[in-house]
């Protein structure tokens, strides 16, 4: 492709509104332009782009035997409502009606509809298993849609469902799509970690996300470097501490904290660790207040509470019934001296095991130091895993301790079991003719988010820096002097051409342009490979070879160039 | 591919709601599966052809210097409400709102869009021209969606819009693309005819449509055998006859009809051919009554109507204004005798040529025949081409009479002009600083209801007969005892080896059925080639070659046959 016969747009400053660099980059080297909020075109530079994600994955998916259909965007409710997911979707489902008033989505996820294909199309147990895939164009209507194509409200996605006879096959259905998405990440030259997900709330049975390793990632992930383990780290499991609980070795006493009522201000006026403080949180579940107590420094995990006893349901307790119990203001609650009768109190484990620990005095103005248990309170009702890791936390697979990194997700694999071939009445006959629900999984992976994850991966002030993989062109010629030299357009003619007849990806940076603006241009838009072409060093029968990702220039023979670049690209 | 890694579903039966031969033999073939009315997931197979022609409609495209991009399916109200579109689009455009209750629609077309783009990205004429286009998913919320994929609700556009600087650039890009589809339609091997089209709602000087030839076709198109002429029948001129007006040869007398109210009926009545009658149509425009004058067996043209001096906004005349003016129920109404200064009198060209004709006598139960004009009723007040062409109609470009065929069709061109940058101040500076519209074109061609029209125009009573173009599959290897002969299953197994190496899309029928079924699934999905391998040839050297399209059976030499298989596939 030549320049003057493409469509480059670039900019020197991308809008205001762009926080990431991947999205102002995006807007900058014109791979994007936005249409409204969330919705984005691809632009030709940046479709070029789409288009390498999307055929490394088709490539891998049809590798692993997944066949590609294509389903409608737009889905009618009764299916979601066979499912029970119409109601409980919630406003991210961009709903409809047709002109005859009947009820439609834009499709957020397709379980429904491949579930329905599958209950008509799939009879007997000699069918499976199948995999079926699509590329397609989805959308979630995002409460705010930031990032540019991270987080858009419409945006491609690759969408697998597998159809097992059993457990041991949706098992091995999954073994081959972590393999796929595996090689997908990897083809694409991507630093990526695949964590453990938690699937709480989809059912299910194993869950596993992939994430783009980049600072500016939403998630935090949980892993061990000493090990394997990886999770998100909210599906990562806090041990309990290794060492017992120390022997009491204060006093109990009250100590005036006339306006502290965080662990972190109480820590400080008291000239403690925060680690030796304990936070109080009164919950509500079937009609029954719940008290936790987790360590000062650590937050909270949702997730892992909703999958206590009795806890399915729990809310956070209101102010009116906080002062109904203590008959004290938030901010100085604490577990001493309260009617344990009518409460359940929940220790998290490292929690239980502290000792002289500071917690609220249950009236204003004051904390209690020196706590002990036993000494001073009976023991917790339940000791539970209730908190997020942190860094330093012994790794559940007790082969060192965690660090926390951030990432991106693209990726997410999912064991459904039979939550929805059950729900739709998808069986099929097995081999001694019973009637049987099929063992599902889904498999996704978010395509043009992947775009600006490998751009939050690799860039600097110059502009992207592409893999070869996903670059929208593999090298880029810059002619100095084109329409100048008969010697430099001859011979960055005869490059292009020969390049172009090899089948590489090659633009010709023809314009009339002074080589800064060139250079600049291609620098940010993240071309991997630049030849320079100019009288200077051509009178010595070489050329210019700059890596971008490498930085590194050096001079190459006229003669070499065609080996010398099939060499760059092979890599 | 191999039978027994795909998904082949084959149906003996077709729904009985499928009309056309193509939506039967669709759905019975497993090329699509119905989710709702108007909408249909891409089985893989039928996947496999859809990504053929869209393969191909993209290689002409880029050929033709078109650059590819996506722009969002969801599109804000606002554009919509700028270019006037919103409120007059109608039902056909799937509307709704966002979570914070903002209006958007899936977009049934991309001018807006397009535009939008346009007018922010291209600043000069040096930028032009421009020719952008997209591969994507509609929508348009069809009153009666029909035909299986010919007249879906969701369904693939290929959608382009050329940018010129002026009306010859855009005449030059309108050229561009006219080759193009030429060139589409003629590589998917579909017989096809492009024809002038009715451009007087999108506004703009050309447009043609490109119509696939089958019966089923919903569109009538006027041709000239001896000729280039072709046009939609509504929008091919109907010539004045050639012979002049003959003389009166009948007295003017009143005959009875007692019962007969229509030409039909009274020419039986009469004894007469159909084309001595003359038929009265009343339409008010401007509050003023207009009587229009056909030949009985002549149809209207309301297009050709609504661009007369005056007619824009016309409208069927109601019952009680016609007896108000005619006093006189509809049926027997005619132009002789009325008060010629309260009506305007418009007749077509041909009934402006009849003397001696037959019309209503403005009482019940009686016409008038031997109606001459001048002698009978003032010459009328308007002599216009108001009705559609007829077979034997002469050719508008004299050369000829026309006939009339039946089209689907599959792709529009049109050029716009500066309708949409006008109103949405999509400019550029000219060369010498001036401020101008840019001139825009665009081109529509519907990918997947080709993949329908393809099969309405090449299908028997076996099924689908595919072009070797938009085949799922370019040959299939038949082994007759695949699981039984082991030579079979080598000189099978050879075979695929060779063909898939060499890039043949070749799909291997290792399934454990009788030859019967796996002859009749695979005619009935349409593979152009078979190879079919048995002990029988094999101990002869020998296997047998079937042809879809021809019919044809030979035996070929083993040794021989991938030279002859990839001699037909270059054909």
């Known amino acids: 492709m030549r320049t003057s016969q493409f469509f480059l747009s670039t900019l020197k400053e991308a809008p205001n509104e762009a926080e990431l660099p991947s999205h102002k980059l995006m807007l900058r080297a014109g791979l994007i332009k936005k249409l409204g909020s969330g919705l984005y075109t691809w632009m030709p530079l940046g479709l070029r782009v789409l288009r390498k994600v999307e055929a490394i994955v088709r490539e891998e998916m049809n590798k692993a035997g997944a066949l590609e259909l294509t389903m409608p965007a737009i889905q009618p409710a009764e299916l979601w409502q066979e499912s029970g997911r119409w109601a409980v979707f ?73 159809f097992d006879a059993d457990v041991a096959g949706m098992a091995e259905s999954y073994r081959k799509m972590h393999q796929a998405y595996t090689q997908v990440f990897t083809r694409l030259g991507l630093q990526f970690r695949a964590v ?47 060492a017992p609980r120390a022997a ?56 892992k509470v909703g999958k206590l006893d009795g806890l399915a349901d729990f809310r956070f307790a209101s102010e009116e019934e906080i002062r109904a119990f203590f008959n004290c203001p938030p ?42 248990w036993g000494r001073d309170l009976p023991e917790a009702d339940l000791v539970a895993d209730i908190r997020n890791v942190v860094a330093g936390d012994p790794s559940p697979d007790g082969r060192g301790v965690l660090e926390i990194c951030r990432g991106i997700e693209v990726g997410h694999i999912f064991q459904l079991g039979t939550k929805y071939s059950t729900a739709l009445g998808c ?51 810059v002619p100095v002097g084109y329409q100048r030299s008969e010697a430099v357009k001859a011979a960055a003619d005869a490059l292009y051409a020969e390049l172009a007849g090899r089948g590489v990806e090659v633009l010709m940076d023809d314009r009339n342009e002074r ?8 620098e940010l838009i993240g071309i991997p490979h630049r030849i320079t072409i100019g009288d200077k060093s051509l009178a010595d029968g070489k050329v210019e070879y700059v890596s971008r ?8 023979a006229q003669a070499d160039v065609i080996g010398f670049l099939l060499g760059k690209l092979s890599k």
């Open 196 to 242: 453990k997900a938690d699937s709480g709330a989809i059912g299910g049975d194993a869950s596993q996300e992939f994430h783009v390793l980049a600072e500016s990632g939403e998630d935090a992930l949980a892993y061990c470097p000493d090990s394997d383990f990886a999770a998100n780290v909210e599906a990562a499991e806090a041990m309990a501490p290794a």
């Open 515 to 522: 080589p800064g603006v060139m250079f600049a241009d291609m």
């Open 549 to 556: 990702q490498a930085g590194t220039t050096e001079l190459v």
């Open 90 to 162: 919630g406003p991210q489902m961009l709903k409809m009606k047709d002109r005859h008033d009947r009820d439609f989505c834009f499709g957020p996820t397709h379980e429904e509809v491949i579930t329905d294909i599958a209950r008509t199309e799939i009879k007997s147990y000699k069918q499976l298993p199948l995999n079926f895939y699509q590329v397609q164009t989805k959308f979630r209507d995002e409460i705010r849609p930031r990032f540019g194509v991270i987080r858009a409200r419409e945006f491609v996605m690759k969408d697998a469902y597998s």
């Open 331 to 372: 901010g100085f609650l604490g577990p001493v001296g309260i009617d344990r009768s009518k409460v359940r109190l929940i220790a998290d484990r490292t929690v239980a095991a502290m000792s002289d620990f500071v917690v609220g005095a249950n009236k204003p103005k004051f904390h209690t130091a020196g706590v002990n």
């Open 248 to 303: 009491a070795s204060e006093a109990m006493r009250d100590v005036d904290t006339p306006k502290q009522t965080t662990c972190e201000a109480v820590a400080e006026l008291l000239g403690i660790p925060l680690q030796r403080t304990v936070k109080l949180i009164a919950l509500m579940a079937n009609e029954h207040l719940h008290i936790l107590l987790l360590r000062g420094d650590h937050s909270l995990n949702e997730v």
């Open 427 to 477: 069986n099929y006959l097995d081999s001694e003719g019973q009637l049987k629900p099929m063992e599902m999984g889904c498999y996704g992976i978010g395509v043009s988010r992947i775009v600006g994850a490998a751009i939050e991966q690799s860039y600097d002030d110059k502009g992207i820096r592409f893999s070869t993989a996903m670059a929208p062109f593999a090298v880029v010629i």
